[in-house]
């Protein structure tokens, strides 16, 4: 894997929408100072303090683990599904903007009905427009937790500060096979196998499409439905207890309705 050049506190304060003044304001430091953090993290040079700091006001905490060396689950799934996946007619464009502005409440609220959420559907579009609703507080914390999910990581595509890594259950950083050179069978497997060996399934089903998208293809989102869901639950069970991925990939590449 290549060394990779460290900008965390950069590409945060880009996804927030946020200049180094508005970091260095919520910090109490000056300006300059947030700049030679950042130009520090780049350098290879911050103290691990320094980083935790700039990153607690963005809701980002540094986590240091000694993660263990065993390989990733291996997971079988069948490849075909990506060819019923086609690009979007306006290329990468096209697709971030109808995920981040066309499709947007829509792919929220289904995203959070895919979760198991008990809230209505009425108030799953509410949730998804940043309205709250009367559902308990647990529901809306979930609910808001899925929702700026989604938007923060297309946020990020947009800005082109996103770096495709998702976190597995022992702490490693999981990244796309880049020698896989259909983006289609790059996205899908790696989210499988993200999901396979214990990563946070909304963050690797967004994680998939935020690929898919700057691959010029279309957001896949779950469908509205109790049966999407019972199959989502069942195909999550399938992959993490014996490493078959072929009902996930069905329901990531939007391969098939399920009725």
Known sequence: MEARVSTLIRDRRLA????????????????????????????GTIQVGTLQKALKPMMRT??????PTSPLMPVAWDRSFVETMVPHPQGPRGALLDARFGNR?????ADIHAEGSQLSIEDLWLVADHVTTGGTVAQ???ASRIRDSYDSILRSVAQGVWHPVLRIADGRMVEPDLALADP???ALQWAISAIANGSDAVAARHACNALLVSSGFPWVPPQLTDSWVDEYVAALDVLRGVGKGDRMARLLSGAEEVL
């Open 140 to 142: 809306w914390r979930e």
């Open 62 to 67: 540094l986590i240091l683990a000694d993660a």
């Open 105 to 109: 409440i829509p792919n929220i609220a």
């Open 184 to 186: 289609r069978t790059r």
């Open 16 to 43: 927030l929408g946020w200049s180094q003044a508005d970091l260095a304001q919520r910090l109490d430091v000056s300006v300059p100072a947030v700049s030679q953090w950042e130009k520090s993290e780049a350098a």
